[in-house]
């Protein structure tokens, strides 16, 4: 994977956040700090979009015939399934 330069600037206080992460041990350096910064950006919005897609399929779903106590023996079925109950 090829890499790309960047020239960024961090206030003070940001900078000493920084290379207190680091001190700790939490990151080698400055570029592994804020690359797991974008990842985590990238999980959160990857996320975040699957949850708009999800919202906007059940919105042009259409109203439901069914009644919330059978929709919700259906999560809990399909829940049981998954091992999550």
Known sequence: MSTVRKTIT???????WIKS???VGEFTNDSEYLRD???RDQA??????ALKAAITEGMESG???????????????????????
């Not at 069914?66 to 109950?85: F, N, Q, T, Y």
Request: charged share 45%.
């Open 21 to 23: 992460r680091i001190e």
């Open 63 to 85: 109203i439901s015939n069914k009644s919330v106590p059978d929709i919700m023996k259906e999560v809990e079925e399909r829940m049981r399934a998954d091992g999550r109950l």
């Open 10 to 16: 961090f206030t003070e206080k940001q900078d000493k």
């Open 44 to 49: 959160k919005n990857a996320k975040f979009s």
């Open 37 to 39: 910064l974008v990842r």
